[in-house]
């Protein structure tokens, strides 16, 4: 089977290079032409374990080819996806202008039946608009060709999307053929061998599913995130009611760490454009905008923290910052909490020294030459006066704290992942701030 993926952004590159893995012939279109141009030459524009070699390794196979001309790619294609960006609006609902533009093309460039997927995350609604774009074009031609549209939204998460992908928890298809089921399960039949699910539905259900997801998980982390704030007022330990709440299987003890609130390119998307949708339709989503407003202000909690421990004060002061991206294993900076901490430091007169182990090059777009960029986390911590740790990359989890100890000013630590024990840094010698403890809290109660 051939098919063709359309944007080869993050969702689009991944997609198509695990397809090309289990053997189907996939054709990515992009209109950046030095984006392509790389591709061919095996330059990936985006870190992720894994996709380097994967898309490597189908192109010397011959399954997996990349161009920036989408009606050559469409000859004798099956199925197209469409992964291109949907850019936040103003208001905060999506851009269409990309996906339409998609639409279109198919429109003019088809000769024999397509069924067009919608990958990219879009309001309820959109696969809708992409059917009657494409109906035009064929009007257009005064010619009648056969196509379907279907929804599948994707639920990588960055830093493991190649695993998410080759081993979904479900894959959630909106059709309504018959010829399109058949098509997308027999696309899909690589991944679902060992029991994970394609779930069939209509397409306006399957586009709710993934904003619902993306709500239903921003919201488990403000809500943590509320509670360890209260946590550390009530004299509680938001690590302990984290474990004890999290044990109820209706619960689970995913997605209730908390943290210095959620970034990344899709819950604070996601969230606004469905308080938009919401809106568009008289409805307001209530819950959803408390979520966003805790993690708005959740993003500035160790900002608040720092400021409280100098006594409101941090001119030229040094403040060592480790990690910048907004979770480890990616170099994403969208909506990092980092943006926002940085940000108020250097409003406020403060020195800032940051280490990350892949994030400093993107970080350089953000912050120019206003931080300084060290090539080793210890580097950051030369007459610093405290550290903040901003990402949990494992390699901040097991640092010698001897060595940061006589390297800090002062031997006080700042954590917003919570990623050491109170007791061990108490024990250490550090004055240590985390998320959800309160600082009251002595060290034999923590332990007991
Ligand atoms: C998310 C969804 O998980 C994925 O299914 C969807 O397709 C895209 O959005 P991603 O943005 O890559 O994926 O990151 P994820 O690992 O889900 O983390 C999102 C944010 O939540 C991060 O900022 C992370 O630090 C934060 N988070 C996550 C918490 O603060 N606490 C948690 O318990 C879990």
Known sequence: ??????????????TGACF?????????????????????????????????????????????????????????AEVLFISVGTPPDED???????????????????????LVVTKSTVPVGTSQKVKKALQEELDKRNVSIA?????????????????????????????????????????????????????????????MTKYAANSMLATKISFINDIANLCEIVGADINKVRKGIGSDSRI?????????????SCFPKDVKALIQTGSEHNYDLRVLKAVEAVN???????FHKIMNYFNGEVQGKTIALW??????????????PSLYIVKKLLEAGAIVKAYDPIAINEAKHHFGDSISYCDDQYETLIDADCLAILTEWPEFKFPNFKIVQKLLNTAVIFDGRNIYDKK????????????????????MQLNS
């Open 1 to 14: 089977m051939k098919i063709v993926i359309v944007g080869s952004g993050y969702v689009g590159l991944v």
């Open 20 to 76: 090309s893995e289990v053997g189907i012939d996939v054709c990515c279109v992009d209109i950046d032409r030095t984006k392509i141009d790389n591709l061919n030459k095996g330059i990936i524009p985006i870190y992720e374990p894994g996709l380097e070699d994967m898309i490597t390794r189908n192109m010397k196979k011959g399954r997996l080819s990349f161009t920036t001309d989408i009606a050559s790619a469409l000859v004798d």
């Open 92 to 114: 905060g609902s999506a851009d269409l202008k990309y996906v339409l533009a998609v639409a279109r093309d198919c429109g003019k460039y088809i000769n024999d039946y397509l």
């Open 147 to 207: 196509f379907d549209v279907a929804s599948n939204p994707e639920f990588l998460k960055e830093g493991a999307a190649i695993d998410d992908f080759l081993k979904p928890d479900r894959i959630v298809v909106g059709l309504e053929s018959e010829r399109a089921e058949d098509l997308m399960k027999s696309l899909y039949k690589p991944f679902t061998l060992n029991g994970h699910p394609v779930i069939f539905m209509d397409i306006i259900s399957a586009e």
């Open 252 to 264: 689970g003890n995913k997605f209730i760490y908390p943290g210095i609130g959620y970034g990344g």
């Open 296 to 302: 708005d202000d959740q993003k500035l909690v160790l």
């Open 323 to 336: 990690g910048l991206s907004f979770k480890p294993q990616t170099d994403d900076m969208r909506e990092a």
């Open 424 to 443: 061990e840094m108490k024990d250490s010698g550090f004055e240590y701030f985390c998320i959800g403890v309160d600082t009251r809290i002595d060290s």
